[in-house]
Structures are given as structure tokens and as C-alpha cells.
């Protein structure tokens, strides 16, 4: 009788270190899946980001395409010439208000 006591003892103590193992193995993977949950989570907030940078991106390079397409349009030429230049056409005058 002795003998099968200490068997069933074995079995016992076998099967609760097999049932702790068993639960670390499941904590561990299930803070292992949270964790790359809320990589994934954050990598996709990103990605929205990025997609929207890249469409601003491409909207600025097609305004910048047409420009460069069109370089000799008389309304282009006479804007740059008046906003970045000063220039004036013949017999215009700027009145500049002093009260400012």
C-alpha cells in the first residue's frame, strides 16, 4: 500500500506542476498577443498618417507639374511679377495708406 501512495502523490504533484506551467504558458502568450495588439494598433494610426501625408504630396507635385507644364502663362508671369517683384505695368500707381 505504501507503494501506490507514494505513486498517487507523484501523479498529484505532476499534475499541479503541469497545471502551473500550463497557466504561465497561457499568461505569457496571451500578454505576448495584447502586446502586438496595441503595436498593430498604433502601426495602423500611423499608417492613416503617412497616407494622408503622401495624398498632400501628391496633390502639391500635380499643382507643381501644371506649373511647370504652363512656365509662360501671361496671368502666372504678371502674379509673380507683381507679388514677388513689385513690378507695376506702365502708367499704374500704388497708393500706400499711411494711416496703417
Do not use: W, Y
Not at 505532476?14 to 494598433?41: E, F, P, R
Not at 507683381?82 to 502708367?91: A, V
Amino acid at each position: 500500500m505504501a507503494v501506490k501512495k507514494s505513486t498517487k502523490k507523484r501523479k498529484v504533484s505532476t499534475n499541479k506542476l503541469l497545471t502551473i506551467v500550463l497557466c504561465a504558458a497561457i499568461a505569457g502568450l496571451s500578454v505576448t498577443m495584447i502586446s502586438q495588439q496595441v503595436t498593430m494598433s498604433k502601426l495602423s494610426k500611423e499608417t492613416g498618417t503617412l497616407e494622408a501625408k503622401i495624398n498632400e504630396q501628391k496633390e502639391e507635385k500635380a499643382k507643381i507639374d501644371k506649373q511647370l507644364e504652363a512656365p509662360n502663362e501671361l496671368e502666372r508671369v504678371e502674379q509673380i511679377a507683381r507679388d514677388q517683384l513689385g513690378m507695376l505695368k506702365p502708367g499704374e500707381r500704388v497708393f500706400i495708406d499711411s494711416s496703417r
